[in-house]
T-cell receptor, first 114, second 114 residues
């Protein structure tokens, strides 16, 4: 299995509070992604990174920010959590930006915003 | 922009019976096609992918998929399922010229009954 960990694995928070989720990889892959998974929607891309300090927006980036100060860590921040951000969040990594490359997924973080 | 439709949200099937999961996509440009599987409480892992060449693609765990360009479909099949195939299955596409960003379908939950 690809060495990807996510922390925390579960979190319950209140509306309006900031939340940071961490993705850590030991594969030295340059490309990292954050997705959210919601019933009936599959996974949707929030943000992605193509290197240290290089990030870009995905399909559903509103209300989220990311940072990548080291190759191995990709942080997702909910600036002011809302109930609509209750979801399961997955981090993924890939070795190459080529669109035919496999992405490897972490175990996920289940976030509940009350 | 591309989109992916998985026509069945749930598929119950008896052990040792065949299963087919349907996937249709829409895109104005050429795409690569993927099937990922998510076992309970885990991240996603790649089952198979279609890049080019033969339209019948074989993957892990006895799964195969057939690409049909005229029908813009990429249906997944297994001739005989096991209890351990109980999982959620996601069809995904990536645009060939747009980098490694996946667009997922809504998922199909397969429940294998003894």
């Amino acid at each position: 299995d690809a060495g990807i960990t996510q922390s925390p694995r579960h979190k319950v928070t209140e509306t309006g509070t900031p939340v940071t989720l961490r993705c850590h990889q030991t594969e030295n892959h340059r490309y990292m992604y954050w997705y959210r998974q919601d019933p009936g929607h599959g996974l949707r891309l929030i943000h992605y990174s193509y290197g240290v300090k290089d990030t870009d927006k995905g399909e559903v980036s509103d209300g989220y920010s990311v940072s990548r100060s080291k190759t191995e860590d990709f942080l997702l921040t909910l600036e002011s959590a809302t109930s609509s951000q209750t979801s399961v969040y997955f981090c993924a990594i890939s070795e190459s930006p080529s669109s035919y490359n496999e992405q490897f997924f972490g175990p996920g973080t289940r976030l509940t915003v009350l | 922009a591309q989109s992916v439709t998985q026509l069945d949200s749930q598929v119950p099937v008896f052990e040792e019976a065949p299963v087919e999961l349907r996937c249709n996509y829409s895109s104005s440009v050429s795409v690569y096609l993927f099937w990922y599987v998510q076992y309970p409480n885990q991240g996603l892992q790649l089952l198979l992918k279609y890049l080019s060449g033969s339209t019948l693609v074989k993957g892990i765990n006895g799964f195969e998929a057939e690409f049909n360009k005229s029908q813009t479909s990429f249906h997944l099949r297994k001739p005989s399922v096991h209890i351990s195939d109980t999982a959620e299955y996601f069809c995904a596409v990536s645009e060939k010229a747009a980098g490694n960003k996946l667009t997922f379908g809504g998922g199909t939950r397969v429940l294998v009954k003894p």
